[in-house]
């Protein structure tokens, strides 16, 4: 299985299809940091926001990315759990180390993350960090599932793939944003950078709360995929 995983990872640089997810990420970070200097964590919770499609589309590329008869014999060789599996996988850590870059950007060309204002109660620029990599930690597998659930794979026709990859990032910021409108069929994205640009550190309850609730709408989301890609292998 992992030798599958290092293939899809190589396949997906070699092949370019690396490039637009990149670059898009790119002009979305220099419009989010480029307007000025602001506190780690807010900068990097709203940035998770911004990068969660680009995760999502990234990982669709991936999962899309070797032909339907590569991929059946691959799931004969191996298994069809341990082929999807390798898939995620490599879409995970694909994902993991965009973030890792993504996070180095406003250090770094753009010098956007400042420390806490004189007097102020926002956290210190350590805490921020650290809620930042949570931020991103959190969007990683739930872009994972919904570009997994935007695969070929599941949907069989690139209109059907992009419909809801489209939709799933849209309704992860409205239902986000909304209080009344059943926010918990969305991953919390929003509610994590909503937490995170606070005046001060967020409760340890709310980051656990955070915590599960992506935890159990990731595995819906897994356990969707994985049935679906059964019914449809």
């Known amino acids: 299985m992992i030798a599958l995983v290092r293939m899809r990872l ?6 370019g299809r ?3 997810p990149v670059i898009t990420a790119l002009v979305v970070l220099g419009i989010i940091h ?3 200097r602001s506190a780690a964590a807010p900068a990097y919770g709203y940035s998770a926001v911004m990068l969660f499609p680009v995760l999502a589309w990234q990982a669709k590329l991936l999962l899309d990315g070797e032909p339907d008869v590569q991929r059946r014999l691959a799931r004969l060789t191996i298994g069809a759990r341990r082929e999807a599996v390798a ?3 490599a879409a995970t850590v694909l994902a993991v180390v965009f973030c890792a870059v993504a996070m180095l950007v406003p250090w770094w060309p753009l010098h956007a993350i400042r420390g806490p204002e004189p007097g ?3 956290p210190s620029l350590a805490a921020g960090i650290v809620l930042g990599v949570l931020a991103h ?3 990683v597998p739930a872009a994972v599932a919904l570009g997994a659930l935007a695969s070929r794979a599941v949907t069989r026709t690139v209109r059907n793939g992009l419909t809801v990859l489209v939709t799933g990032s849209v309704l992860v910021i409205v239902l986000g ?6 926010p918990w069929l969305v991953p919390p994205v929003m509610a994590t950078a909503r937490a995170l640009s606070a005046d001060q550190l967020p409760a340890a309850g709310t980051l656990w709360l955070l915590i599960g609730w992506t935890t159990l709408w990731c595995a819906a989301a897994f ?3 994985g049935r679906l890609r059964r019914s449809r292998s």
């Open 120 to 122: 102020s109660v926002e």
């Open 18 to 20: 690396a490039l637009a």
């Open 177 to 182: 944003l909304s209080s009344s409108v059943a």
């Open 34 to 36: 480029g307007g000025g």
């Open 10 to 15: 190589a396949a997906f640089l070699r092949s």
């Open 87 to 89: 898939g995620l996988l």
């Open 223 to 225: 356990g969707g995929y």
């Open 137 to 139: 930690l959190l969007a």
